[in-house]
């Protein structure tokens, strides 16, 4: 059974920090890209950042660029969205995402809430 669960949101100040988390298993972790996608109220879902399955790849949307990176450990087989210098504008739902290269079906999580609030 394959399970991608998130973890780090919460409430964060402007220009605080945050490390997102994402425990895949049901899977061979090392094969799957994995992104993180974001979906704000009334917008449609959008993605963050994605990684290639050995880590040599990363893509970042240019909205995030120089403030987030993500990364994987394939040993513990987690995916991490690291987020700094965040703005109102980050405020989102943050869903891990993994995807097998060349297939258009892939893998979701339940999602988590990530509020940027003074």
């Known amino acids: 059974q394959v399970q991608l669960v998130e973890s780090g949101g919460g409430l964060v100040q402007p220009g605080g920090s945050l490390r997102l988390s994402c425990a895949a298993s049901?899977?061979?972790?090392?094969?799957?890209?994995m992104s993180w996608y974001r979906q704000a109220p009334g917008k449609e879902r959008e993605l963050v950042a994605r990684i290639s399955g050995l880590g040599r790849t990363t893509n970042l949307a240019d909205s995030v660029k120089g403030r987030f990176t993500i990364s994987r450990d394939n040993a513990k087989n987690t995916v991490y969205l690291e987020m700094n210098s965040l703005k109102p504008e980050d405020m989102a739902v943050y869903y891990c995402?993994?995807?097998?290269?060349?297939?258009?079906?892939?893998?979701w999580g339940q999602g988590t809430q990530v509020t940027v609030s003074s």
């Open positions: 049901g899977f061979t972790f090392s094969r799957y890209a």
């Open positions: 995402n993994a995807q097998l290269p060349g297939r258009s079906d892939s893998y």
